[in-house]
RNA sequence: GGCUCGUUGGUGAAGUGGCUUAACACAUUGCCCUCUCAAGGCAACAUUCACGGGUUCGAACCCCGUACGAGUCACCA
């Protein structure tokens, strides 16, 4: 049993769109399935025209971030290198396994130029008909091909296909696909520059590079016959072929790299964690066996099945998503919560408070890292008073009945030497009984005093005890004159 | 247009012929808890699995057809 080997293969024309990433981290679970199992990275960079400076740095580093770490690559080597098609190019391999092709009977030379073609091709959408290029270069005899070839013609290569029969594969996710030979065209191999076509040098690189198991989305589920063919030719074991349904923005549009549609990048910009991403999308078009929904990749290795992959496309759902980052957040080391926002809190706080009480009461409640600015912005920034937010009928207060509280909240905390949680905490619930009211009439009106806002992270207690004494008790003040007006 | 694939609630989905009066989760709504908001707890939310036929004692699950959607048909990847 050889060991399962799987490639992640990205062109580095951007930044890393969701489908790509859950692509993957489904190559990775796949590959680390098998305890020697090695999932391997490929830089495809055949398209000179689209490269975009930076991209492949951007690749690294999701993929290290995400955890999703590859044992071989342009960027730690392996035994199967070099990683990056551009540079595997420059040892002719492709060239020479197509030429090898030919003499196998899996593909012919053709001298035709494109606008001979496109005129067929016009002719027959014109007539409604279904456009195969029929190439009268197969018929070429072997001299006269080498004759065309020592003149300097441009040529191409193009794949054979029988004129009859199907062709079958079989599908991890999908099952045994058949189609006609005749519904499939004869595609070119290596481009007139030599170049070989995306399709071809996939497969020359998936072989020499001894990829087991095919993981890409089911975009290729067309052309995969013709991979077949070209594996049968060849005489080449065929790998484990998982076509993965796509990942839509709604139910008509794929998510795509425009208008800003949830890259990677994206979303760890807005706020989320590279692990709840992770964890998300590898629910995106897969599914457990038991209910759990929250993994570390160490479990989603365990858990993970091919044979659970869907096979119709899963819509991206950002509010799941949020509530699982939420999930997350919650359910870290306070010190570790700490640890992350507190450049947030830094950001959104520039008094001197104490850090940790707010990352508690913070970590309840926020479900993104950038909730938290707007969240705290009252620490510094006192909003206006409004006198409307001291009547809440739920609380049964008004601004009476708040300012009474409040002055017996003054009078008492003026008095208060520590202003620990639980002592502030006794002080005042000792206060709410003494003046036989709710605690609603006493807490409420004292959170509205010191913040200003209709939600707050936190309650009276909480934030008193995080802005201390004396801006406590500024705060109740100003408010009291407000009231008193 | 040809070929291929798909279609369970607003979303992710479970379900592979009787255990389904269709799990679970997000969202939504209501209630509880509660010093606000969250979080947490509880409950409601598809008489029905795109539609129409058929097979069967019995179908979301098998077969056929229709509709709709997606992918693909480049010297792009």
Redo the contacts with the bound molecule.
């Keep these: 049993m050889t060991n399962i080997r799987t490639r992640f293969a990205p062109?580095p024309?951007g930044y890393m769109h969701i489908g790509n990433l859950r692509t993957a981290l489904y190559e990775y679970l796949v590959a680390k399935k098998d305890p020697n199992g090695v999932f391997m990275l490929r830089i495809?960079?055949?398209?000179q025209?689209?490269l975009v400076e930076g991209a492949t740095d951007i690749i690294y580093e999701t993929l290290k971030q995400c955890g999703l770490k590859h044992d071989e690559g342009p960027d730690v080597g392996g035994d199967y290198g070099p990683y990056v098609?551009s540079e595997r190019m420059k040892s002719g391999i492709y060239k020479e396994y197509a030429e090898k092709l030919i003499a196998l009977g899996g593909a012919h030379y053709c001298f035709?130029?494109?606008e001979q073609?496109e005129q067929q091709?016009q002719i027959a959408t014109a007539r409604?008909?279904?456009?195969?290029y029929d190439d009268p270069c197969k018929n070429l005899s072997p001299e006269e091909i080498a004759q065309r070839i020592a003149n300097g013609e441009?040529y191409?290569i193009r794949q054979n296909i029988p004129s009859e029969g199907t062709t079958t594969f079989h599908d991890e996710v999908?099952?045994d696909?058949?189609?006609?030979n005749s519904?499939l065209?004869e595609?070119?191999l290596l481009?007139?520059?030599g170049?070989?076509?995306?399709?071809f040098?996939n497969i020359i690189d998936d072989h020499t590079m001894n990829i087991t198991h095919v993981v890409r989305g089911?975009?290729?589920?067309?052309?995969t016959p013709k991979y077949n063919l070209i594996y049968e030719a060849f005489g080449w074991d065929i790998p484990t072929y998982i076509h993965c349904?796509?990942v839509?923005k709604d139910?008509?549009?794929?998510l795509s790299k425009r208008n800003g549609d949830a890259s990677f990048q994206d979303l760890v910009a807005k706020g989320y964690l590279p692990e709840a991403i992770i964890n998300y999308i590898a629910?995106?078009?897969?599914?457990p066996?038991t209910?759990q929904?929250i993994y570390t990749l160490q479990e989603l290795i365990q858990a993970f099945n091919v044979?659970?992959i869907?096979?119709?496309?899963?819509?991206?759902?950002i509010?799941?998503l949020?509530?699982?980052n939420?999930?997350y957040l919650?359910n870290m080391e306070i010190h570790d919560y700490l640890k992350l926002v507190d450049e947030h809190i830094k950001n959104a706080v520039k008094g001197n408070y104490d850090h940790l009480a707010i990352a508690k009461?913070l970590q309840?409640?926020?479900?993104t890292l950038n909730e938290i600015d707007e969240m705290l912005d009252f620490f510094d920034n006192y909003p206006e008073f409004d006198i409307n937010l001291y009547t809440?009928k739920?609380?049964k207060t008004n601004p009476e009945i708040a300012l009474n509280s409040l002055k017996a909240a003054y009078d008492i905390l003026n008095d208060l030497e520590d202003w620990s949680e639980e002592s502030l905490?006794d002080t005042l619930m000792n206060l709410v009984s003494s003046l036989q009211i709710?605690?609603?009439q006493?807490?409420?009106p004292?959170?509205v005093a010191l913040t200003n806002?209709?939600?707050?992270?936190?309650?009276?207690?909480?934030?008193g005890h995080i802005l201390q004494k004396e801006e406590t008790l500024r705060r109740i003040k100003a408010s009291i004159t407000n009231l008193e007006k």
């Design positions: 062109s024309t495809e960079d055949t398209d025209g689209r098609q035709c130029n494109e073609i091709r409604g008909e279904s456009f195969i441009p191409v999908y099952g696909i058949t189609v006609e519904t065209d595609s070119i481009k007139s520059d170049f070989p076509t995306y399709n040098a089911n975009e290729y589920l067309s052309s349904p796509p839509m139910e008509h549009h794929k629910l995106l078009g897969w599914s066996e209910d929904e044979k659970r869907g096979t119709s496309g899963a819509i991206f759902d509010d799941k949020t509530w699982m939420g999930m919650r009461i309840q409640r926020a479900n809440n739920k609380m905490h709710k605690n609603g006493l807490l409420y004292i959170r806002k209709q939600f707050t992270p936190g309650g009276a207690i909480e934030i």
